[in-house]
């Protein structure tokens, strides 16, 4: 048996859930001299358990049925609509201040990547929350993979365009739907680009082929089925921001201490659970982000 040393968001799934597991196996190893003697790894890995989700996971069938979507509707409920989408062959485009701009299809971009399960709480601005076994690679290989110049500050993450895609018929909004992050966000060890979740290839209302995981913020930062990655100097326009720029910011960190206009963010709903919970400040990731904005403590971090 090997026993790699994980942390929280990088426990496996059959270690988190249900709850009362994680429970019996801590008591296992505390009661199990021979155990450890076998795997003197188990000994370190244990005090890890501090970056563990502390919640249940969701369950699938909630996490791949309750979807933001607006490219296939305003409503919750459009994961049958969904299934329609072409995710395959699937490229994606590197742009702006890259070292050479080019396109990259998805199989080949996994080939260079190596991929693994994380953890992670996910918050939606709306006030309800999962906690979801996401598989992908860290969004810093992307970065390495895309080769950005030393100039570039920002980069976004744009939506493809599908004709299942009835949303966009939808003239209100400003497609396509684009996000971005600051390049050291981006950098951050938490940062992940996602192609699966609950040990499957991510179904298409979740983004597939692959998506945005930034668990500290905001899901609505979150960009799905990602075609185009640009890098630029500037702050790039971003779909939320652009439509209701009072209450979407560009930084969208978590915080139960700002309230959406319209709503406190006190607590969270969780997903398929009659339960609500404390919201925690950069949903409790601060110990792996809060530097990043040391030194943007004048810019709207917040909402
Ligand atoms: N292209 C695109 N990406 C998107 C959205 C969207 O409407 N279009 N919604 C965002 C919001 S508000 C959230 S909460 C998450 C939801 O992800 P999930 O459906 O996997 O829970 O996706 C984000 N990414
Ligand atoms: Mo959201």
Not at 74 to 78: I, V
């Given at each position: 048996m090997r026993i790699i040393r994980r942390r929280g968001w990088e426990i496996a799934e059959s270690q988190v859930t249900p709850e009362s597991a994680v429970l019996n196996r801590r008591s296992l190893l505390g009661g199990s001299a021979a155990l450890l003697a076998a795997a003197p790894g188990l000994a370190h890995a244990e005090p890890n358990a501090k970056y563990a989700p502390g919640r249940a996971l969701t369950e699938e069938k909630y996490a791949t049925t309750y979807n933001n979507y607006y490219e296939f509707s305003?409503?919750?409920?459009?994961w049958r609509q969904a299934q329609g989408m072409k995710t395959s062959p699937w490229t994606i485009e590197f742009a702006g201040m890259v070292k050479q701009p080019r396109k990259i299809a998805f199989e080949d971009l996994l080939k260079q990547v190596s991929v693994e399960e994380r953890i992670y709480r996910h918050r939606c601005v709306e006030a309800w929350a999962m906690t979801v076994p996401w598989t992908g690679f860290p969004m810093a290989e992307l970065l390495r993979i895309a080769e950005p110049l030393a100039s570039a500050k920002y980069l976004a993450f744009e939506t493809g365009q599908d004709k299942a895609m009835v949303g966009l018929n939808e003239p209100m909004y400003p497609w396509p739907f684009i996000d971005g992050l600051a390049i050291d966000e981006a950098a951050n060890e938490l940062a992940f680009i996602t192609t699966g979740m609950y040990g499957k290839p991510l179904p298409p209302q979740n983004g597939a082929p692959l998506r945005v995981t930034t668990?500290?913020?905001?899901?609505?930062?979150?960009?799905?089925?990602?075609?185009k990655v640009t890098f630029t100097e500037t702050q790039p326009r971003c779909f939320w921001h652009d439509i209701l720029p009072n209450e979407y910011g560009f930084w969208a960190n978590v915080n139960p201490?700002?309230?959406h206009p319209r709503w406190s963010q006190a607590d969270e709903r969780l997903l398929g659970v009659d339960e609500t919970v404390p919201t925690q400040i950069y949903n409790g990731y601060g110990d792996f982000v809060a530097s990043l904005y040391s030194n943007r403590k004048s810019e709207k971090l917040f909402m």
């Open positions: 305003d409503s919750k409920n459009l668990p500290w913020k905001y899901g609505f930062k979150q960009v799905k089925a990602v075609v201490a700002v309230s």
